[in-house]
């Protein structure tokens, strides 16, 4: 949700800023800006992607090397050209960007308009600005700028990722978070700041991420990390593992096209190192210590939003299915505001892809506060839920720049299925020979993807026919319920069909009324205990002329003979059937987007990392 960027060093600022922005640009594309210090301060913003700004103000002079720029994802103000960050205060002092809400902005507001300050934009962040000024030039000379800032933000409830410059010490970064993130990029007498490491790693590894209540005051030689209370602290640097190749599109047309091809390698990383060579074990040392923990729960509950919600919810039907815990599954947003109950004994699983998500945050805290363990499934390293957590397993997808989840989703259903089938052997409840055999089968799972994935050509046709559908539904039972909603999301989120998830039998109380000629019903049909059930829901909709894709186990003669269209995956165990079938609902999905001219990888209104509420 809004992506920031700041660099002060000897280079030009302002293509180091708007590369930084281009890859930002997933976490919000509303409006974009730029604030550079050469001589003055000058501020370019405009409604609009990072090409708008850059193709409007490409004549002017644009040097200078210290700057900061922002892309938005609009919260307070619809997204237009005053309402763009970065926000000056009234007198010029402050130029400020910011990810985040301020909560207490209107009565902040109103406090500063009784003294005199008068309001451009509709924008928290235009509030925080002149919060900052008023104490700076309220307190005269022993007030510097970061005195002012720190003790505005201490005045501030919310969230925020901040990165301020001071008009009147003109060498100067400050940059502050609570709640969004932020990482400073360490190199040779300059830094590099950013919402996350992307735009950061072409110019150095080495950084620093800030954590909640940490101000930087960064020149092009020091950097002095603090809290907002004024306590000098020691900054952690730590080296990025990450590969520039791992954000760059490397010859495909859009980041997820890359990122569903991505998958047999993507799901070799997550099992990398945590199976046996010679298949017999699973190891997860992320979860070592709350091993005795978690085999003694007598409940799970998994929190996340959006996708990552549906991958909790194959993690359920695994770990009831192998390990025969209770498990329930919690939006974040659900769980913060209904007084669920938590006890010591829970352990809560807490997945998020980019382990910043506000709302999967904030059931954290809850949980935390009612003395749970708190486990996290993360993709992105160093991120806030990793630091949040008491232990956890990172999914080692590698970046993922498509706001849609795809290969996100398929490492959290790897790293669950590997929990499930671990907590089941090590409880005894799982015996030794399909213990094994599943963890073959997981093994296995990459060479099957890649199978998937050469009958795209395939995909391409069908999506052709349906194109033009104005809805569709998804169906499957079991463990492919989950996969019915992801699926039912993907087409949504990216090509603006709108789409439901059903649980196949459910259909007769409703979705059925909705079954006519125009109506593509994709059925997840593979070979498993509920076969014959689904065959019967297919024949159902065929019996209403529905349109019936479906997805099923190659060499099945059956639903070819009934449904319009069948997509084969490999024969596969039942538990592993979300991993493979999936990847044809994502291609599907991509090919009717791209068909429509819509932004695959950056869909209207969406953001990849949703940290507001
Ligand atoms: C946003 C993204 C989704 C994602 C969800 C949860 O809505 O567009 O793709 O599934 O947030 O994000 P997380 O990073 O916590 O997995």
Known sequence: MCGIVGYIGKKQAYPILIKGLKRLEYRGYDSTGIALINGDTHIYKRKGKVSDLESVIQDENLSGTIGIGHTRWATHGEPNDCNAHPHASQNGKFIIIHNGIIENYDRLKEKLKNRGYT???????????????????????????????????????????????????????????????????????????????????????????????????????????????????IPEVQELTMDIGAIEKQGYDHFMLKEIF???????????????????????GGLFDVMPKLEAAKRILIVACGTSWHAGLVGEYLIEEFARIPVEVEYGSEFRYRNPIITPEDIVIA????????????????????????????????????????????????PEIGVASTKAFTAQVTVLTMMALMLGHRKGILPDKLYRELIKELVAVPDKIEK????????????????????????????????????????????????????????KHGPIALIDKNMPVYVLATKDKSYDKIVTNIQEVKARNGIVIAVVTEGDTVIKGIADHVLEIPKCHEAIAPLLTVVPLQLLSYHIAVMRGCNVDQPRNLAKSVTVE
Do not use: W
């Not at 620093?208 to 306590?231: F, M, S």
């Not at 991505?262 to 997860?284: A, H, K, M, V």
């Not at 395939?458 to 492919?480: C, Q």
């Open 452 to 507: 998937i994935l050469k009958q795209n050509e395939n995909f391409v046709k069908i999506a052709e026919l349906y194109k033009d559908a104005t809805n569709s539904l998804y169906l499957g039972r079991g463990f492919l319920f989950p996969v019915a909603l992801e699926g039912a999301l993907k087409l949504k989120e990216i090509s603006y069909i709108h789409a439901e998830g059903y649980p196949a039998a459910e259909m």
């Open 119 to 233: 309001f451009e934009s509709e924008t928290d962040t235009e509030v925080l600005a002149n919060l900052i000024e008023y104490i700076y030039m309220k307190g005269g000379k022993a007030v510097t700028a970061e005195i002012a800032v720190r003790m505005a933000l201490s005045k501030v409830i919310g969230a925020y990722g901040i990165v301020v410059i001071a008009k009147d010490e003109p060498d100067m970064l400050i940059a502050a978070r609570k709640g969004s993130p932020l990482v400073i990029g360490v190199g040779e007498g300059e830094y590099f700041i950013a919402s996350d490491a992307t735009p950061i790693i072409e110019h150095t590894k080495t950084v620093i991420y800030l954590n909640n209540d940490n101000v930087a005051v960064i020149k092009r030689n020091e950097l002095v990390l603090k809290t907002i209370q004024n306590d000098e602290l």
């Open 262 to 284: 991505e998958q047999p390698q993507s799901i070799t990383d997550t099992f990398r190192g945590r199976i046996s060579l010679d298949l017999s074990e699973i190891r997860l």
């Open 351 to 398: 997945i998020s892809q980019s382990g910043e998500t506000a709302d999967t945050l904030a059931a954290i805290e809850l949980a935390k506060q009612a003395g749970a363990t708190v486990l996290g499934v993360c993709n992105v390293v160093g991120s806030s839920i990793p630091r949040e957590t008491h232990a956890g397993v990172y999914t080692h997808a590698g």
